[in-house]
């Protein structure tokens, strides 16, 4: 399994090197002001996909997070020891 995985790697990256070398091209983009920067289109297309995954990523670390708090703490609710009653007193006790 670990082949395949290591294989699926690769070939993702040699997919990439062959876009990036394929589309080495400088894209204009307008800034503020009349500004217009030159970047290279395989840049700007990594720049778009980590705009995308970095937030995802968070969010799902956030929600792992907050998740393991909770089954802490209900792990040491479950395994807490049970809080004494205080005993009744004989009167009642035999009614």
Do not use: H
């Amino acid at each position: 399994m670990q082949f395949l995985k290591t294989l699926f790697w690769c070939l993702l990256a040699f997919v990439a090197a062959l876009f990036t070398y394929g589309n080495w091209f400088s894209v204009p983009i307008r800034l503020w002001s009349n500004m217009i920067a030159d970047v290279n289109l395989p840049f700007l297309m990594l720049l778009a996909f980590l705009a995308g995954l970095v937030p995802a990523l968070l969010w799902g670390q956030a929600v792992r997070w907050r998740m393991r708090q909770r089954l802490t703490q209900a792990e040491r609710a479950a395994y807490a020891p049970l809080p004494s009653r205080p005993a009744l007193p004989a009167d009642e006790a035999a009614a």
